[in-house]
């Protein structure tokens, strides 16, 4: 997870136990379409859309205007076993206690960047995190009559405006600063609707705005065939409001790397890596500590270029939870690529799948006590971009 997502586990205290999309958001695609299918290795990848996120990427691209675009089609699937438990503690069964699937767009990114001999400037807008989860279940009592039936709808989307600048000296060394203001709303609406008609239904809405800034600085080393950078984020002036009242958040700095390899093969092979690490637990919100654990994610990729300028891609990332280990989430990559003179089309796929244990909690959503849940859920995106050089 990046940094500005790394302050959302705190916006909402309702959803104790619910996917960490809730706290987190999901990241979005803020590289091309091309670093989707390399385990979303943004720190490595040369598009203006990554050159945001670290400014001396900006370098490697080619001379001229480039534009590129990122966008993807999201399927996300989620089941709820429910355990039952005797008075000894005894597992005494098993049932569903919901299944739910949401097929959904997810906004990537657009930007443009122009390089004219050593300064390169990219800028542009990019969906740096999401928020969509849908759940609807019955509630039955303990007879497995149906009592009430309860949805959750959460949606929203964290914008990143930016701006970033790169210069190059002695050929090797590129130097380059940036910064971003980030904007975005996140709603939620839980509701309870009983059958007997003299209960008291829930309808539960809370929308919550969030506004920050982001200061970033970056190196990048390029030595024959093997490219280098490292770099940091800073959160600045992090902020939700809700119903008028302004809350302030506590982000940390976010420590990234990246680097590409060429070994010069007859498949024109590309490696790259990315690694970051972020101090998530000094998260707080107003003087109120979040009660997180610092954490770190990589990923890694290789493409070959095919006969007909096919590109094939595969790859893998790992992000660490800074809630749970539970919680850590692995996602398998793969895409291909098409050039055509000055245009390039990439697709990717990516798979995310996760298991953890949810016992009961003060929040969302209710089951029955003393019960808990298993919950399996998976992620697959499918990434589509475009980019021109003219």
Do not use: C
């Not at 989707?36 to 996120?53: F, I, K």
């Not at 000894?88 to 767009?105: D, I, Y």
């Not at 089309?345 to 298991?355: E, I, K, N, T």
């Not at 029955?368 to 697959?380: A, Y």
Request: net charge negative.
């Amino acid at each position: 997870m990046g940094i500005t997502a790394g302050g959302m586990i705190i916006l909402l205290a309702l959803s104790g136990g619910l996917p960490e999309v809730l706290w987190l958001g999901d990241e979005g695609f803020p590289g091309s379409a091309g670093a989707a299918g390399m385990g979303n290795t943004v720190y490595a990848d040369v598009s203006p859309q990554a050159a945001l996120q670290n400014p001396a990427i900006a370098s490697l691209l080619p001379e001229g205007f480039t534009v590129g675009a990122t966008g993807a089609l999201v399927l996300d699937i989620e089941k709820r076993t429910r355990r039952v438990y005797d008075s000894f503690g005894g597992v005494v069964g098993e049932s569903e206690h919901s299944f739910n699937q949401n097929f959904h767009p997810l906004p990537g990114a657009v930007s443009l960047s122009w390089k004219q001999g050593n300064l390169a400037i990219a800028a542009g807008w990019r969906a740096v995190s999401t928020f969509g989860y849908a759940y609807s279940r019955v509630m039955n009592d303990g007879d497995y009559v149906k009592v009430a039936e309860e949805t959750l709808d959460v949606s929203g989307m964290l914008s990143d405006f930016g701006l970033s600048a790169a210069w190059t000296q002695w050929e090797f060394l590129s130097i380059g600063a940036g910064g971003s203001f980030v904007t975005g709303t996140r709603s939620m609406d839980h509701e309870i609707n009983f059958v007997d008609p003299t209960a008291a239904d829930v309808d539960t809405e809370i929308e919550t705005d969030i506004s920050g800034i982001v200061a970033r600085g970056s190196a990048l080393i390029s030595y024959g065939r093997v490219s280098f950078a490292a770099g940091i984020e800073q959160p600045l002036d992090w902020k939700t409001e809700v119903q008028s009242v302004s809350t302030d958040l506590t982000l940390p700095m976010t420590v990234r790397a990246g680097i590409r390899y060429l070994p010069g093969n007859r498949l024109m092979s590309l490696f790259a890596a990315d690694l970051w690490w972020s101090a998530t637990e000094s998260v707080e919100t107003g003087d109120l500590d979040a009660a997180m654990r610092n954490s770190w994610g990589f990923g890694a990729g290789v493409e070959n270029t095919l006969p007909g300028n096919t590109i094939g891609r595969v790859g893998f990332e790992y992000d660490s939870s800074p809630i749970v280990g539970a919680l850590d989430r692995m996602k398998f990559t793969t895409g291909l690529g098409w050039a055509v003179d000055d245009i390039t089309v990439d697709a990717g796929v990516s798979f995310s799948p996760v298991r953890w244990d949810q016992y009961q909690v003060d929040g969302l959503p209710s089951f029955t006590p003393g019960d808990s849940l298993v919950v399996e859920s998976s992620r697959t995106a499918f990434t589509l971009g475009i980019a021109k050089t003219f």
